[in-house]
Nanobody, 121 residues
Framework: QVELVQSGGGLVQAGGSLRLSCRAT??????MGWFRQAPGMEREFVAA????????NYADSVKDRFTISRDNAKNTVFLQMDSLKPEDTAVYYC????????????????WGQGTQVTVSS
């Protein structure tokens, strides 16, 4: 069974940067991405990347500020978050799905444990 193990996150001031990492144990030959959930809100799609890296999709709210990447040799996906805003505060979840479109539609095969990102104003 594939497990997604997240690391990174924490507290940062507005305008700062953080990087999240997510390692898939046991191998994971699927698209990977990120969702987030702010307090009192539904989980929302953030970004996803195909297995080969040729297809990438971002939510409009993070486009041009966040960058998703992956190292398949290490079964790891990253989310570089720059120019962070207080509204980016949420629990971030690493996810895996068959395709980028599947991930974006919420058709998720596996979820990470979640990690808190807090952006202070």
């Amino acid at each position: 069974q594939v497990e997604l193990v997240q690391s990174g996150g924490g507290l940062v001031q507005a305008g700062g940067s953080l990087r999240l990492s997510c390692r898939a144990t046991g191998g994971f030959a699927y698209a990977m991405g990120w969702f987030r959930q702010a307090p009192g809100m539904e989980r929302e799609f953030v970004a996803a990347m195909s297995l080969g890296g040729g297809i990438i999709n971002y939510a409009d709210s993070v486009k041009d500020r966040f960058t998703i990447s992956r190292d398949n040799a290490k079964n790891t996906v990253f989310l570089q978050m720059d120019s962070l805003k207080p509204e980016d505060t949420a629990v971030y979840y690493c996810v895996g799905g068959k395709l980028v479109s599947s991930v974006k539609d919420g058709d998720i095969i596996s979820w990470g444990q979640g990690t808190q990102v807090t952006v202070s104003s």
